[in-house]
């Protein structure tokens, strides 16, 4: 009997394997400590992640630093602490103990946020689970000099299980992503819903395709 290749099947069965892992370790703790199924949350992204990583990159979470002056070590700069960093091992880094890292923004290839479940907007700038703040907080890594010559080329992403779809509207999610300028380029939300910013496009706008997926594209 032939067996066909079918690549989305299994994309789709890395989905579930990271949804299974995920309710199991609900079902552990239920609601004892949710910082920690939050946290583990970050553990099961990670693992995802470095088996499919080439044997050139590290994966961690921590700080990115900065200085823009060589001579005095005047204007550092300093992120917030990032849920997942992605970098070349090659280069060396300021700090590391386990998966906790400090590094210059030289080595950084990708920069993922995890959030368990996510809302589309929020007037409040304290909600941390709504993605116009996550964006406006993941914004900041444009006061590091790799991120303001090349955004493009390292990948900013926010990665959510769940999302709360009644809350989601298309309009203001172009317009959190155009504010952005390309520093956000890929958004997953819960299993069927990825979202990329296509650079040089003159018009955006929000495309479903036949299996759910919504891509950012160009054409007005």
Not at 190 to 202: A, L, M, Q, V
Request: charged share 20%; hydrophobic share 35%; net charge positive.
């Amino acid at each position: 009997m032939t067996i066909e290749q079918n690549v989305k099947k299994f994309q789709e069965s890395i989905t579930q394997e990271l949804l299974i892992t995920k309710d199991r370790v609900r079902d552990l703790i239920a609601n004892a400590n949710w910082g920690e199924d939050g946290s583990f949350k970050e553990a099961i992204l990670i693992k995802t992640i470095k088996s499919f990583l080439p044997s050139n990159l590290n994966i961690g979470t921590g700080f990115i630093v900065g200085n823009s002056d060589n001579i005095y070590g005047a204007d550092s700069n300093i992120s917030t602490q990032l849920d997942i960093i992605i970098y070349d091992n090659k280069i060396p880094v300021i700090f590391k103990e386990g998966d906790f890292v400090i590094l210059t923004d030289s080595p950084v290839r990708a920069v993922i946020e995890v959030k368990t479940k996510i809302y589309n907007y929020s007037k409040n700038p304290k909600n941390n689970n709504s993605l116009n703040n996550i964006i406006k907080t993941l914004d900041r890594l444009q006061k590091f000099r790799s991120f303001q010559i090349s955004p493009q080329k390292k990948f900013v992403g926010i990665f959510s299980y769940e999302y709360n779809e009644k809350t989601f509207s298309s309009i203001q999610l172009k317009d959190v992503l155009q504010e952005s300028n390309g520093i956000v380029n890929h958004i997953s939300l819960g299993p069927n819903k990825f979202i990329r910013y296509w650079e040089n496009t003159s018009c955006l706008h929000l495309r479903p395709s036949h299996n759910g997926e919504c891509s950012l594209v160009s054409g007005c």
